[in-house]
């Protein structure tokens, strides 16, 4: 727990939020901002206006992604099985279990949280839409990502809590971890909508170990597959994408809804084309059917798009302000084994800040070798771009997860802790780690330490002292954060050569 004086003062000039809020953090007196989490920092009393993206979890292919499209695809293959041969039992126990989602806090409730998730009557109404839908009959709907293009009465709300629904279960196991991470009191026996198990193709009912505040139980969501809206949006694709592609064809067909200007440029107007093509899901099913290439680009338009930042969460959030806060707080945590819990519970908050959303879901003390070894954190190694993306390609390092050793030495990390951390490595794992400690006497002697473990094969290790973790803070603050991986990078490099 962070509680130094000046960091407080400097985290409530980094960012406006009210002080009225009583967020996760808050609940259980974490000490840490929405930037310092990896979960979206829900608070109780209101949604939080963000939506689980099934196509973000569609598209990526780090670890915890694909556990969640592999439910979503199970679930969703089901219930298409169910309706094509007209199995309407089936498929009415399948949706009838869809209950409210109310437990993430996420979305756009009025007034206190309640939860969209389908009632009876609702999946009976989702059910009928879906055996009367164009896009199911046709085989263009495939995913549930999709359904909110094709299907009428589905909004982003509604696919948010299906998406939730489907994957609760990973969801608990998640929120389980991070209640370890950050010491968070969990309640055994707490009742919440049952979860799909995507081996049976069934739905379990259990009672389930969560946090509550106020009484109720909370499940937590990684900020990695939320969304400000979703990714793929009906209306956006039929204004920007159906409706021009028309324009265009129109066009080339010198249909009669081209108009001749005077300057004898010739064009076709979207309120034509709209007249002619009005907003109906149904239809949009048949053009997809017609011309699949423009949902193709338009997916791949999207999957494009990256993560919610800080400043997604909280508009005022300052990072240039807030990196300086985080030095100060760093440069007032003693050395030694006394404070060795409020070091680690620091850095996993900067790493988190400077490294998301390359590196997400971090996991504290990961039991490898049947429990004989432990590692500090183990973080899902998901960059697109950048040096932890070339991390994961390159066939040395190979890391899907990375390894991160917190050392709150006062003294000098020496050999036994770099074999400690290369006896971690794996190829389930991955061959790169990160060591943090406080200070490094000989910087030239301890380079060739990690060196002589890298060219023994026994991975690749980065230490980061107090002067590195502050480097990378200097960079953000001033407006330089983009030149991190330039920096870890020629740590690589040193290592290589």
Request: charged share 25%.
């Amino acid at each position: 727990m962070q509680n130094d004086v000046a960091i407080v003062a400097l985290r409530g000039a980094a960012s406006k939020k009210g002080s009225e809020t009583m967020d996760v953090s808050k609940s259980f007196n974490l000490g840490k901002t929405q930037a310092e989490l990896d979960f979206v920092n829900i608070d109780p009393c209101k949604d939080t206006p963000v939506f689980v993206d099934p196509y973000a979890l569609e598209i990526k292919g780090d670890e915890w992604s694909t556990l969640c499209a592999d439910h979503l695809r199970s679930f969703f293959t089901a219930v298409l099985e169910a309706l094509k041969t007209n199995k309407m039992s089936r498929a009415q126990h399948l949706t009838n279990h869809l209950g409210e989602a109310g437990e993430t806090y996420l979305g756009v409730s009025k007034g206190r949280p309640q939860g969209r998730g389908l009632g009876p009557s609702k999946s009976g109404d989702l059910l009928s839409a879906l055996a009367a839908s164009r896009a199911v009959q046709t085989g263009v709907l495939s995913d549930l990502a999709e359904a909110e293009l094709f299907i009428r009465g589905i909004g982003r709300d509604i696919i948010s809590d299906l998406t939730t629904n489907i994957i609760r279960s990973p969801l608990i196991a998640y929120t389980q971890s991070q209640c370890e991470l950050h010491g968070i009191p969990i309640i055994s026996n707490c009742s919440v909508g049952p979860t799909w198990d995507a081996t049976t193709e069934n739905w379990i009912q259990a009672y389930q170990s969560l946090p509550r505040i106020q009484g109720s139980p909370i499940i937590l969501v990684p900020k990695y597959s939320v969304r400000r809206s979703l990714s793929l949006d009906s209306q956006e694709f039929y204004n920007h994408h159906m409706i021009e592609f028309l324009q265009q064809e129109y066009l080339a067909a010198s249909s009669s809804l081209v108009h001749t200007l005077q300057s004898g440029r010739r064009r076709v107007y979207k309120k034509d084309v709209k007249k002619r093509h009005p907003f109906i899901k149904d239809d949009m099913a048949d053009f997809v059917k017609k011309n699949p290439k423009v949902l193709e680009q338009y997916r791949e338009l999207k999957g494009a798009q990256g993560a919610l930042g800080s400043s997604d969460f909280d508009e005022t959030f300052d990072e240039m302000t807030f990196a300086t806060a985080l030095s100060v707080t760093l440069a007032s945590i003693p050395a030694g084994n006394d404070a060795a819990t409020q070091y680690h519970s620091f850095m996993t908050g900067v790493l988190e800040f400077l490294f998301y959303p390359a590196l997400i879901y971090p996991v504290k003390e990961k039991e490898i070798h049947e429990g004989r070894k432990r590692i500090d954190i183990k973080y899902t190694n998901a960059a697109e771009r950048g040096f932890f993306e070339r991390l994961l390609k390159a066939p040395q390092t190979r890391a899907i997860n990375v390894m991160v050793e917190c050392k709150n030495y006062s003294k000098e990390i020496k050999n036994p802790e770099l074999d400690q951390m290369g006896g971690r490595f794996g190829h389930t794992r991955g061959f790169f780690g990160i060591l943090c400690c406080r200070h490094i006497d000989d910087k030239k002697l301890f380079a060739k330490r990690c060196k002589d473990t890298a060219l023994d094969t026994r991975g690749y290790i980065l230490a980061l002292d107090d002067a590195d973790i502050t480097g990378f803070l200097s960079l953000v603050a001033s407006g330089s954060r983009r030149n991190i991986d330039r920096e870890l990078q020629q740590k690589l490099d040193a290592l290589l050569n």
